[in-house]
């Protein structure tokens, strides 16, 4: 069983930055990745970035490349998200995810977990 708790989420003016977090509790393996969504109201999720755990491999959609950067602390069992250059249209509620792969995935049907998710707001 794996758990996910997200944080640093919060209200930021356009052009500023936040950085997510994400801790993996439970049992966890080498063989995994993780990933960022995130959700519109009434809309599907939609991915943001990926990362595998053993290695230095990153994967970004299109809206966020150059923008965002994702990373992980494999000591402190850690994912983050650093979100610079907010726009108004990166308002959502942001998800980490946790597969048990070792491959990279934007489809959040090959999830096996979630976190209960992050406000973040960008006022223009």
């Known amino acids: 069983q794996v758990q996910l708790a997200e944080s640093g989420g919060g209200l930021v003016q356009a052009g500023g930055s936040l950085r997510l977090s994400c801790v993996v509790y439970?049992?966890?393996?080498?063989?995994?990745?993780m990933a960022w969504f995130r959700q519109y109201p009434e809309k599907e999720r939609e991915f943001v970035a990926a990362?595998?755990?053993?290695?230095?491999?990153?994967f970004y959609g299109d809206s966020v490349k150059g923008r965002f950067t994702i990373s992980r602390n494999n000591a402190r069992n850690t994912m983050f998200l650093q979100m610079n250059s907010l726009k108004p249209e990166d308002t959502a509620v942001y998800y980490c995810a946790f597969r048990y792969a070792y491959s990279l995935s934007i489809s959040e049907n090959d999830y096996d977990y979630w976190g209960q998710g992050t406000q973040v707001t960008v006022s223009s």
């Open positions: 990362i595998d755990w053993d290695g230095p491999s990153t």
């Open positions: 439970g049992r966890t393996f080498s063989s995994h990745s």
